[in-house]
């Protein structure tokens, strides 16, 4: 019975010990624990703080050109769009006339409203950015004037923008208009979609004959007055031709006249005519051919003279001998 009762206690020893132990242990775990939790609020509370001060994070995030290379930034901004609806005149609609008054083309994004009255069209355009529309019209004698600006700001889905153009036919004929909308990188020119362009053909009539008389004087006088300035310019042109002509002739006529001596003689007068006064410098030069001749037949007299003279001489000696 006593062994019993000294083996009771030492058991009961060792089971206080081994408690003992374990709750030192527990202590030690809990105590770690407890930091732990109070580390995580300190850090929590410190990034807080941060985040508040100027200049932290709180105050905005960095530009896209630290945080995002460009390809991710205009992919971001791609993902930004949305689609509207872009309402616009059917050019084909337009009836234009030619050397008529111009016709105006419009484009608008309505916002809310979607209905497009007759003679327009609708088209889808990405929208939430600067929104550029442009109105191409090739052809001979085709103009197309804008009257608004190229770029508008459409941000949301009840944005109101609208775009005019004035479209004149100076001739008829045909022509191509087209319609391009472009969304660009908030003001930048880089451009985020463009949409294929709109694409038409165009005819121009020819404007209507009237029969009133005041039409007819109308092309009455277009015509003479293309007449008159028809002959006008041709009458100049021929008096350039003859002024050439004449220059060209007097350049090759000699300055004192013929060489001939047949020009010398004295004109004959006709009968019941008043004979027309010779040039000055031609009657000096028949004075002076006549000069010359009086000369001439005096030396051939002095001449022949002389040789008679000679002659009788050798003849007299002859007798003589």
């Given at each position: ?65 630290d945080q995002f290379s460009y390809a991710e930034e205009i ?235 000679q002659s009788s001489g050798s003849s007299t000696g002859a007798?003589?001998?």
């Amino acid at each position: 019975m006593v062994g019993l009762r000294a083996w009771a206690t030492r058991r009961r020893s060792s089971v206080l010990l081994v408690l003992d132990a374990l709750g030192g242990v527990s202590w030690v775990a809990l105590g770690l624990l407890l930091a732990l939790v109070w580390g995580s609020f300190v850090g929590f509370v410190t990034q807080s703080e941060e985040e508040d001060r100027p200049g932290g994070a709180a105050m905005g995030t960095a530009p896209p050109s630290d945080q995002f290379s460009y390809a991710e930034e205009i992919e971001r901004e791609r993902r930004r769009l949305f689609d509207v609806t872009v309402v616009h005149t059917n050019p084909r609609a337009l009836g234009l006339v030619a050397d008529a008054p111009p016709r105006r083309f419009r484009v608008e994004i309505p916002g809310a409203r979607v209905a497009s009255d007759p003679g327009e069209s609708q088209a889808v355009a990405s929208a939430g950015t600067q929104i550029g529309v442009k109105l191409h019209c090739s052809g001979a004698g085709v103009r197309c004037t804008p009257l608004s600006s190229e770029r508008q700001s459409v941000l949301s889905r009840k944005d109101v923008a609208v775009w005019l153009w004035e479209v004149q036919a100076e001739r008829a004929g045909t022509f191509s208009v087209a319609l391009t909308m472009t969304s660009y990188l908030r003001d930048t020119d880089t451009v985020l979609v463009e949409k294929p362009p709109l694409i038409w053909s165009v005819d121009a009539v020819a404007p209507p004959a009237d029969d009133d008389w005041l039409s007819w004087a109308r092309d009455l006088w277009r015509q003479v007055t293309e007449a008159i300035t028809g002959l006008g310019g041709l009458a100049v042109s021929v008096s350039a031709i003859a002024a050439v002509i004449a220059m060209v002739i007097r350049r090759r006529l000699p300055a004192d006249g013929p060489d001939d001596d047949a020009g010398t003689a004295d004109p004959v007068p006709e009968v019941g005519r008043r004979p027309r006064p010779r040039p000055v410098r031609r009657v000096q030069r028949v004075r002076r051919v006549r000069r010359v001749r009086r000369v001439r037949s005096r030396i051939g007299r002095a001449a022949r003279r002389a040789r008679a003279r000679q002659s009788s001489g050798s003849s007299t000696g002859a007798i003589s001998s």
